[in-house]
């Protein structure tokens, strides 16, 4: 059964900091390219992050560029997106992805909230 759970959201205040994780199983976690998402209310749903299987590379969004970093540990099936300096727009629900493009592959996770407020 595939899994992808999400934890680390919460509150935060303006300029603070929260780590993301999503433990994987199930599937073959290295396998897989990784993806973070969110979706704030009344928007649709966008890329944040993403990162190889292998964890060579990464890409960004624009608009967290040099906040946010996503990393894998591939021998504890998790990915990570660790997010600094937030502000009030990262409030969202943030999702992690797993997709296998050669196969056409796709899991998700139910996501977990983060709300930045003061």
């Known amino acids: 059964q595939v899994q992808l759970v999400e934890s680390g959201g919460g509150l935060v205040q303006p300029g603070g900091s929260l780590r993301l994780s999503c433990a994987a199983s199930?599937?073959?976690?290295?396998?897989?390219?990784m993806r973070w998402y969110r979706q704030a209310p009344g928007n649709e749903r966008e890329l944040v992050a993403g990162i190889t299987r292998a964890g060579g590379t990464t890409n960004y969004a624009d608009s967290v560029k040099g906040r946010f970093t996503i990393s894998r540990d591939n021998a504890k099936n998790t990915v990570y997106l660790q997010m600094n300096s937030l502000k009030p727009e990262d409030t969202a629900v943030y999702y992690c992805?797993?997709?296998?493009?050669?196969?056409?592959?796709?899991?998700w996770g139910k996501g977990t909230l983060v709300t930045v407020s003061s």
């Open positions: 199930g599937f073959t976690f290295t396998s897989y390219a």
């Open positions: 992805n797993a997709y296998r493009m050669s196969y056409g592959l796709e899991f």
